[in-house]
C-alpha cells in the first residue's frame, strides 16, 4: 500500500503516489538549480512546471487517477535531463560529440499567435503551421475577401475554434519544435532579448547568428538521420508513404473546409435574403405563399431547411478543421449534442410539413354549370378563344399559375388550363358544360375551391366566345385548378373552330371527344361519335387520292364522279357517263349512245 500525496501543479491539482512525487521534487529542484544564474528564472521555471502538467493530464483518465512513477519518467524523458543544459552556449556549438538521443521532430500544432498579430492573430498562426511567411496567408484573405466573400466568415470561425498559443510551450508546439527544458529556456530568454533595449542591434545580431547556427545543425542532424545505418530501406519507404498520405489528408480537409464554408455561406445569404424579401413584400414571394396549400409559414420552413442543410455541412467544415488542425479546440458535448437534436427536430418538422402540403392534393373534385346553346341540326357554330389584356396566356404551360390584377383593381390568380371536348348528342339542342375540378385535402375543401373557379364564355351571331383563362382568388392556393369546356353538339351541326383554339383541343380523340387539335380552321360535319370535315384537303393513302367536299366531287381508285342536284358525272374504267334531267350521255368501248328525253 502506498501513500498518495496531492499536488498543485501550475494550477492543476493532480493525485501522486508518494514515491513518484519525490522523484518529480528532485527533478524540479535540480530544474531550479540548472537555472540560478540565468536570466527571466522564475519565468522559465513555471513554464517548465505548466507543461510537466500538460504532459500529466494528457496521461490521467479521470480526476480520481493517480499519477506513477512510470507517468514521471515519461514525462522526464520528453523534457529531457537538466544536466544536459547546463550551459545555454553548448545547444548551440557544433560539437560531434554531443551525446543525447534523438527523437523524430513533433508535428506543428495550430494556435493563434497574438505575439505577432494584426487582429487575432490567425495569420500568423497558420504561417507557423505551414512554414510560410505570415504576409502570404494574410494576401489570401485579402483574396478571400474581395473575391470570393468567405473571407471574413472564415477568419472569424478559425478565431473563435484555434486557441490562442499563451504559454511558452504552446509557443513552441506552434513552431514544432519539442517542448522541453532547452527549447522553454531559449524561447524565455529570446523573450527578454526581444525587449532589452540595452542589447540593441548587437544582441540581435547575436541572436540571429545562433538561431541560424541551430537550424545548420538542425539540417545536418537530419541528413545524417536519414543517412544512419540505423534506419533501413522499409523504414524509409515508410516515412515517405506517410508523407504522402498526410499530405493526401490534408488536402481532403481544404476540401472540407471550402465546401462547407460556402454551403453555410449560400444558406446564410439565402436565408437573409428571404427574410428581406417578406418583410419588403417583394414581387415574387407572392407565388411561394399561393403554392403554399399547407399555410405553413415560409420563415418556419426557410429556417428549418437551414438547419437541415446547414447543420451537416457544418460538421462537414468542423471536420476539414479537425483534419488540418490536431489540436482544435473541441465545441463540446453539449454543442454536439444539441446541434444533433435541433437537426432531427427540423428533419421531422419538415417531413410533416411536406405531409400537410401534399395532402392538399389529396383529393380532386369538380363542379359543372351547364347552359343551353341555340344551336340545332343544320346550323353552324364557330368556336373562339378570347384573351386578355391583363392575362397572358401560357401555351406551353397551361397549367402555370400567374398573379395579376382583374378589371376592378383586384389581385387574382389566373391560369390558361383550359381544355375544350366536343361531344355528339341526339338531343334537338346543343349544350354547354363548364366544368370546375381543384385539389383539397378533403371533399368538401376541393367542391369549394372548385366553386371559387371564375370562368366565362359569351354566345353571340352563331359564334361562341371562350376565354382562355380561369381566375381565383388568391386565398384559394394553388390547388391545380382547371376547367373544361365540354360541348355537346347536336349531330348534323356544323362546328368551326378557330385557330385560337388549337392549343385547347386535345392531341387526339378519346372518351367520347370527338375533335382533336389537327381539325381547327375547318368546318366539321358532326355525325354519331364522329365528324366529317366537308373542306379537308385530300388525304395520301398510298397510290390513290380521295377527296370529298361541299360540292358532292369524289376521287377514288375507281375514278372521278361528280354529284349535283340535277346532273350526274361518272367516270371510271368502264367509261365516262353523264346525266341530267333532259339528256344522258354514255362514252364507252362500245362508242357513244346519247339519250333525250325530246
Request: proline fraction near 2%.
Amino acid at each position: 500500500m502506498n501513500k498518495t500525496v496531492n499536488i498543485n501543479l501550475a494550477g492543476i491539482f493532480f493525485h501522486i503516489d508518494e514515491d513518484a512525487y519525490l522523484k518529480l521534487q528532485r527533478y524540479l529542484e535540480a530544474i531550479k538549480r540548472s537555472f540560478t544564474d540565468s536570466q527571466g528564472r522564475s519565468e522559465i521555471i513555471a513554464d517548465i512546471e505548466a507543461r510537466i502538467a500538460e504532459l500529466f493530464n494528457e496521461r490521467v483518465q479521470n480526476d480520481k487517477q493517480v499519477i506513477r512513477i512510470k507517468e514521471v519518467d515519461e514525462v522526464i524523458s520528453i523534457m529531457g535531463q537538466p544536466e544536459d543544459y547546463l550551459v545555454d552556449d553548448e545547444i548551440f556549438e557544433d560539437d560531434p560529440h554531443t551525446s543525447y538521443s534523438k527523437k523524430a521532430a513533433p508535428s506543428r500544432k495550430l494556435f493563434r499567435d497574438t505575439d505577432n498579430s494584426y487582429i487575432g492573430g490567425v495569420s500568423s498562426g497558420l504561417a507557423h503551421y505551414f512554414g510560410i511567411d505570415a504576409i502570404w496567408i494574410r494576401l489570401a484573405w485579402i483574396l478571400l475577401i474581395f473575391g470570393a466573400g468567405t473571407g471574413i466568415l472564415l477568419y472569424i470561425l478559425l478565431w473563435i475554434l484555434v486557441p490562442e498559443a499563451k504559454t511558452t510551450a504552446e509557443k513552441i508546439m506552434m513552431t514544432g519544435e519539442p517542448v522541453n527544458i532547452s527549447n522553454i529556456e531559449k524561447k524565455i530568454k529570446d523573450g527578454f532579448d526581444s525587449v532589452t533595449e540595452t542589447v540593441g542591434d548587437v544582441a540581435k545580431n547575436v541572436s540571429d547568428s545562433v538561431s541560424n547556427a541551430a537550424k545548420n545543425i538542425d539540417v545536418k542532424k537530419t541528413g545524417n538521420s536519414i543517412k544512419s545505418s540505423s534506419r533501413t530501406f522499409f523504414d524509409t519507404i515508410g516515412d515517405i508513404i506517410m508523407f504522402f498520405f498526410k499530405v493526401f489528408a490534408k488536402f481532403i480537409g481544404i476540401i472540407l473546409i471550402i465546401t462547407g464554408a460556402a454551403a453555410i455561406i449560400g444558406l446564410i445569404i439565402g436565408l437573409f435574403s428571404l427574410g428581406v424579401a417578406n418583410i419588403m413584400h417583394i414581387p415574387g414571394l407572392d407565388l411561394v405563399e399561393i403554392a403554399n396549400a399547407g399555410e405553413t409559414p415560409i420563415w418556419l420552413v426557410s429556417l428549418l431547411a437551414f438547419f437541415a442543410v446547414g447543420i451537416p455541412f457544418f460538421f462537414l467544415f468542423y471536420l476539414g478543421l479537425k483534419i488540418l488542425i490536431n489540436n482544435l479546440k473541441s465545441i463540446g458535448n453539449i454543442a454536439k449534442f444539441t446541434l444533433l437534436g435541433l437537426w432531427l427536430i427540423s428533419i421531422i418538422s419538415l417531413v410533416i410539413v411536406g405531409a400537410r402540403q401534399a395532402s392538399e392534393h389529396a383529393f380532386e373534385e369538380s363542379f359543372t354549370e351547364k347552359t343551353e346553346m341555340p344551336i340545332t341540326a343544320n346550323d353552324t357554330i364557330n368556336i373562339k378563344m378570347v384573351s386578355h389584356d391583363n392575362f397572358n396566356s401560357d401555351h406551353y404551360h397551361h397549367d402555370r399559375f400567374k398573379l395579376a390584377y382583374n378589371e376592378s383593381g383586384d389581385k387574382v390568380l389566373y391560369s390558361s388550363n383550359i381544355d375544350i371536348i366536343v361531344k355528339s348528342t341526339t338531343d334537338s339542342i346543343a349544350r354547354i358544360g363548364i366544368r370546375k375540378r381543384a385539389d383539397g385535402r378533403d371533399y368538401e375543401k376541393a367542391i369549394e375551391r372548385a366553386k371559387n373557379i371564375d370562368y366565362n364564355f359569351e354566345f353571340k351571331n352563331n359564334t361562341l366566345l371562350l376565354d382562355s383563362y380561369l381566375t381565383t382568388n388568391p386565398e384559394n392556393k394553388f390547388s391545380d385548378q382547371k376547367v373544361d369546356v365540354v360541348l355537346y353538339l347536336p349531330e348534323n351541326s356544323v362546328v368551326y373552330f378557330n385557330n385560337s383554339t388549337k392549343d385547347n383541343l386535345n392531341y387526339r380523340t378519346y372518351n367520347g371527344n370527338i375533335v382533336s387539335r389537327d381539325k381547327v380552321n375547318h368546318y366539321l360535319k358532326i355525325l354519331n361519335d364522329d365528324t366529317e370535315c366537308l373542306d379537308c384537303p385530300i388525304e395520301e393513302d398510298e397510290d390513290f387520292k380521295i377527296e370529298v367536299n361541299a360540292s358532292g366531287i369524289k376521287i377514288n381508285d375507281n375514278g372521278l364522279e361528280i354529284k349535283a342536284d340535277d346532273t350526274h358525272l361518272k367516270i371510271d374504267e368502264d367509261g365516262i357517263k353523264a346525266e341530267s334531267d333532259a339528256i344522258k350521255v354514255n362514252i364507252n368501248s362500245d362508242g357513244v349512245k346519247i339519250e333525250s328525253d325530246n
